[in-house]
């Protein structure tokens, strides 16, 4: 989180628009805000596996997760520019076919 805010910070002293789509994990927390200059979108995110105390539910999950992320992508990708995956992952693996560049 911490290397995700000075990233974005950075990014906005260059001059850049910056856009962290995050899943909202914690129901507190608000949907959209902006810090720093940063617009902070949070998006709902269903992780069976986080509900499901089954061994090898994640593997199962992994392409509920991946719709639940596109989905969420697609409305900002037409603007974007770079698409940054901070934490690499299982679920960033197909993103080149949404047509950006990504950088992980």
Do not use: M
Request: charged content about 20%.
């Amino acid at each position: 989180e911490r290397q995700a805010q000075k990233l974005s910070r950075g990014l906005v002293r260059a001059g850049c628009k910056v856009t962290v789509l995050t899943p909202r994990l914690i129901r507190e927390t608000l949907p959209k805000e902006s810090v720093d200059g940063v617009e902070v979108i949070r998006f709902p995110l269903l992780d069976v596996s986080r509900l499901v105390p089954v061994r090898g539910i994640g593997v199962l999950n992994t392409p509920a997760l991946q719709f639940q992320i596109e989905r969420a992508l697609d409305p900002h990708l037409a603007r974007a520019d770079v698409l940054h995956a901070h934490s690499a992952s299982l679920l960033s693996v197909t993103w080149p076919h949404l047509g950006v560049r990504v950088h992980v």
